[in-house]
């Protein structure tokens, strides 16, 4: 019997990479092979992102591109699941009949059964609801050294910006136990890298009985034999206890690192956001930060050009970047997204606007980033490292705790041997305004007691400094 292969297209966020991840376990469970070529594939399946006008037309441009291959391949069945779907069903399926099947949020879990019923329905568009456990088939999608792990589901915020909780539903949080489950199975296929990550990381907990917050959660994933790194992704700034600060500060297995999206630093908007804090806390949060986790790297993502945005509120907010020097931030130009309440305000800026103030945060972000950097000169960092570098194969590449997968730089390492997987010191010799280059001075002796295959070496070449881009994707 003929094996059905399967590709799977995934945009957007690292949360929407785990719902592929499920449905690329459940699909595999059901008999399907992987395929890594779209033209070789039976049924091919786009999980698409819908959070913002521009992801939006990525993922319709990847669905008509695709759908291509139902006359030039040997596709046979093209499915569309996520967030767009989820949010413009009816219009997507009278624009695309190519399309044979539409799964919102609430139904990926079920491609398997839609894929192989030829009577299912075309539209499956269940409320929001589902969330995934540890016994859910998932297949990881990275290197098995590293990993997401999806903590909590939906979100209880009412950001005026933001379309995420029509979307995904009400925050929904994993008990403790099946979290830890998770990462102890990830674990066991090595895993030393867990990246947690929720649409609000610091809301975790709320819904479960038991008042279990995420400070409950963090120590218990830190007693998961083989995982070495844990780094906290989307913590929304509202409630960051003392006890969550005080659990960072002393595991040491979670890195000193936090993802936390402060959108704006004006009173005014930050009101109008309905963020439902204002600068003084944000500001008084980031100092506690800092003083009571030494050395923490901060990343943040701001929105410019939300309606009614003055240049003075602008201004508030470049002195704000110039003043907390943030090691990694991200900008976004504000989209009127149809369903929120900042698509309805008045004072809608102009797209030229926007991208003038993002291009000057940005350009002021990175040279506070080149500050960053070069201060890391002649430090030694523990690096996992990921392989050979995509840029040329006489640099390995890798990332040291305060670079998270897919959204930050890259450690070059030009010199020494080092194994896809280890935890190696690097001795840092170079850096650019985003990425590093250094030495391999010591190996991981934990990985080497390991059966590993043959190491990768880097040639030395002191001025080879590959320069990637660096802009994140957060969602």
Known sequence: MTTTRVYLHTLGCPKNRVDSEVMLGTLTGAGYRLERDPAKADVIVVNTCGFIESAKEESVDAIVELAGMKQEGRCKKLVVTGCLVQRHAEELSAELPEVDHFLGTGAYADIARVVSDAQAKRLVVPDPDFVHSASTPRVNSLPSHTAYLKISEGCDNACAFCIIPKLRGAQRSRPVDDVVAEAAALAA?????????????????????????????????????????????????????????????????????????????????????????????????????RARVPGIALRTSLIVGLPGETEEDFEDLVRFVEEQRFERLGVFEFSPEDGTPAAEMDGQLPDEVKRARRDRIMSLQQEISRDHQRAMIGRRLEVLVEGRSEETEHLLAGRHAQQAPEIDGITYINDGVAYPGELATVEITDASEYDLVGRVVARDPERARRPLPAPTQAATEPNGRPRRGGLPVVG
């Not at 990246?195 to 998961?224: F, I, M, N």
């Not at 402060?262 to 008084?284: A, C, I, N, T």
């Open 189 to 289: 296929q090595g895993t030393v890298e867990l990246s947690l990550v929720a649409q609000d990381l610091t809301a975790y907990g709320y819904d479960l009985p038991g008042k279990v917050r995420l400070h409950h959660l963090l120590p218990e994933l830190c007693k998961v034999e083989g995982i070495r790194w844990l780094r906290l992704h989307y913590a929304y700034p509202r409630d960051v206890p003392d006890a969550l600060v005080d659990v960072v500060a002393r595991e040491p297995k979670i890195v000193k690192y936090l993802d936390m999206p402060l959108q704006h630093s004006s009173d005014r908007l930050l009101r109008s956001m309905k963020r439902g804090r204002d600068s003084v806390f944000l500001r008084e949060l980031l100092a506690r930060l």
